[in-house]
């Protein structure tokens, strides 16, 4: 399957606000602001279903697949792919789901099961809210250091939070993610205990 014509993107205001913070030395150790055309992004469509749902599984495991696969049905909007042109093959996946305080769907997905009651033990959605979960689905990799790849990957989710403000922010990353101390610098603070799908911990951080 040949690669998306979609430009590489990044979008400015979250390229803006980690230029700003680049010289501090806290910051860079999250992020390489590497270039490249290796990966691009790209808008989920249909026709890669297949090979993102294999690319999930041997990331996190069947499970999460399985919920992948829900979502990929009944949020298409919500993922982004990053196409891997070297390979010719998705490399990771973004997804932004919005749910309510009484979305049954997410009572299947453990992860969205988890934001939902703690939202409503913290800060019950007003009637036409909605919070976001972000979920990061790569290789095991991609969560261990700063990469092409993974600045692609954080900028979008930097972009939810700056441009589209929802009444809670979630972010699920495995944990013990690279990224830990970066989320609590965007005062995104990890809920405890860790949230486990297929074996995999998954450590939220929410912000209100």
Same mark, same amino acid.
């Not at 990053?82 to 490399?91: G, I, K, L, M, V």
């Given at each position: 399957?040949?690669?998306?014509?979609?430009?590489?993107?990044?979008?400015?205001?979250?390229? *803006?606000?980690?230029?700003?913070?680049?010289?501090?030395? +806290?910051?860079?150790? +999250? %992020?390489? @602001?590497?270039?490249?055309?290796?990966?691009? &992004?790209?808008?989920?469509?249909?026709?890669?279903?297949?090979?993102?749902?294999?690319? %999930?599984?041997?990331?996190?495991?069947?499970?999460?697949?399985? &919920?992948?696969?829900?979502?990929?049905? $009944?949020?298409?909007?919500? +993922?982004?792919?990053? @196409?891997?042109?070297?390979?010719?093959? !998705?490399? *990771?996946?973004? *997804?932004?789901?919005?749910?309510?305080?009484?979305?049954?769907? $997410?009572?299947?997905?453990?992860?969205?099961?988890?934001?939902?009651?703690?939202?409503?033990?913290?800060? !019950?959605? #007003?009637?036409?809210?909605?919070?976001?979960?972000?979920?990061?689905?790569?290789?095991?990799?991609?969560?261990?250091? $700063?990469?092409?790849?993974?600045?692609?990957?954080?900028?979008? %989710?930097?972009?939810? /939070?700056?441009?589209?403000?929802?009444?809670?922010?979630? %972010?699920?990353?495995?944990?013990?993610? /690279?990224?830990?101390?970066?989320? #609590?610098?965007?005062?995104?603070?990890?809920?405890?205990?860790?949230?486990?799908?297929?074996?995999?911990? +998954?450590?939220?951080? !929410?912000?209100?």
């Amino acid at each position: 399957m040949s690669a998306p014509t979609c430009p590489h993107e990044l979008l400015p205001a979250p390229l *803006a606000f980690t230029n700003l913070h680049r010289r501090n030395g +806290f910051v860079s150790r +999250f %992020v390489a @602001w590497e270039g490249g055309d290796r990966y691009r &992004e790209m808008p989920y469509r249909r026709g890669i279903r297949d090979e993102v749902l294999v690319l %999930v599984a041997a990331a996190e495991g069947g499970a999460s697949a399985a &919920e992948a696969a829900h979502w990929l049905d $009944a949020q298409p909007r919500a +993922f982004r792919g990053y @196409w891997d042109t070297s390979a010719d093959a !998705p490399a *990771a996946v973004v *997804a932004r789901l919005r749910l309510s305080d009484s979305d049954t769907d $997410a009572l299947t997905d453990p992860l969205g099961a988890a934001a939902q009651q703690y939202a409503q033990a913290h800060r !019950p959605l #007003r009637p036409q809210e909605r919070l976001s979960l972000g979920r990061v689905y790569a290789p095991t990799s991609g969560h261990r250091a $700063a990469s092409a790849l993974m600045d692609l990957m954080i900028h979008r %989710v930097l972009a939810t /939070f700056m441009l589209r403000t929802p009444a809670w922010s979630f %972010v699920a990353l495995t944990s013990g993610s /690279f990224l830990d101390p970066l989320m #609590r610098y965007l005062d995104q603070r990890p809920v405890r205990p860790p949230v486990t799908v297929d074996e995999t911990s +998954f450590t939220l951080y !929410p912000h209100d």
